[in-house]
């Protein structure tokens, strides 16, 4: 693999830690480091040569002209400095033999194999890239000026097509760009990239997972295939021989609820009306651009509600105790927790400072 950094000597210590965590996962030899930088001190280009010839890496090192990104901006305050900038100018800084290579921030750590993602195709497309989910400026799409459907990527893992870059002459386009919209750019090289090539760029399939009190969220980008009918989508019936995001099917595979025959949405259908809980809920754009399954957690993990009023758990607490003395763990069991929460313990307190209850030796009583 080819892999290329940004630096200056902030972030030499950020990047060995990164090159660190990518060498352990990835132990084949061969691979070749690129370092792009205006110069830093030669024990610090020491130490990370030293590091890369450790695990067998060949280290390439490039001064980048520092003419050409003086003018960048930057703005006082700002947690990056204008090496982030470097990643633009590496179509003609890199090799003419090189077509291909994964750009790395130096701020990551890698846990895994990341062979998968240097094997993706980028046939006809600029680069791959994740989708910034959640975190780009409320703004970006008006002030960038192009349409929200192509999402906004993030540029700190960009598998490049620099054979694209070169042919589309991408690094003048940059330039000009940023010479052009100098006041637009708030997310500095992140922005130049998605105003450019917001319609050109291959992404990685991303699945996010997110886990409340009351649902479990799991969003696919992109969302299910065109061929597949809403009304059976929205009816927890679809079919199709064609899969959007292979991630999920090899996961449900893995946990032996799907084969390579539609078995997986029925079987979860299945369970879940087995387990009394309620049906997943959909939300997806109508591009299908995304699609998000919110699954509410069953009403049997549910710490009981005190929207009602405070007072009511108190009355029910002062209740059990008038038919006799309870440990907490027999007054949270008679309430229907199945452990006991903090909610509890906290009434618990509150009824104590009103003197309303005693405890001793751990059961409590009526005062």
Same mark, same amino acid.
């Given at each position: ?267 979860? !259908? ?57 440990? !907490? ?39």
């Amino acid at each position: 693999m080819d892999i290329v950094c940004s630096i200056d000597n902030n972030y030499v210590q950020h990047c060995c830690v990164m090159l660190t965590s990518f060498f352990e996962n990835n132990k084949e030899e061969g691979n070749v480091i690129h370092l792009l930088t205006e110069g830093i001190t030669e024990d610090n280009k020491k130490t990370i040569e030293e590091l890369i010839h450790a695990y067998k890496g060949e280290f390439c090192y490039y001064l980048v002209n520092s003419e050409i990104v003086a003018s960048f901006p930057i703005k006082e305050g700002d947690h990056l400095t204008i090496a982030t900038y470097y990643r633009l100018l590496m179509a003609d800084i890199l090799p003419q033999s090189i077509d291909k290579i994964l750009y790395l921030d130096c701020d990551i750590i890698i846990n895994d194999s990341i062979t998968e993602l240097w094997n993706t195709s980028l046939d006809g497309y600029a680069m791959a890239a994740i989708e910034e989910l959640g975190c780009s400026l409320p703004d970006v799409y008006k002030r960038l000026g192009y349409d929200k459907k192509y999402g906004y990527f993030n540029a700190g893992v960009l598998l490049i097509n620099l054979q694209y870059w070169r042919e589309h002459n991408l690094t003048r386009e940059f330039l000009l760009y940023i010479a052009e919209n100098y006041e637009k750019l708030k997310a500095h090289d992140q922005d130049v990239l998605n105003a450019l090539l917001h319609k050109n760029y291959q992404y990685h399939e991303p699945i996010s997972i997110r886990i409340t009190k009351e649902t479990f969220e799991i969003t696919s980008i992109p969302g299910f295939d065109s061929s597949i009918n809403e009304k059976d989508i929205l009816t927890f019936s679809p079919k199709t021989r064609k899969y959007r995001n292979r991630r999920i099917a090899e996961f449900m595979k893995e946990l032996h609820i799907a084969e390579a025959k539609n078995t997986g949405y029925p079987t979860i !259908i299945k369970y879940l009306k087995q387990n009394e809980s309620s049906m997943p809920i959909i939300e997806m754009d109508g591009e299908r651009s995304y699609v998000t399954v919110i699954i509410p957690i069953n009403k049997y993990f549910m710490e009981p509600s005190l929207d009602n009023e405070e007072l009511s758990l108190k009355e029910r607490i002062i209740n059990l105790l008038q038919e006799r003395a309870m440990k !907490i763990s027999e007054i949270s069991k008679s309430l229907g927790y199945k452990q006991v929460s903090g909610t509890l313990k906290k009434t618990i307190k509150e009824l104590l400072e009103e003197n309303k209850i005693k405890v001793k030796d751990r059961i409590y009583y009526l005062n």
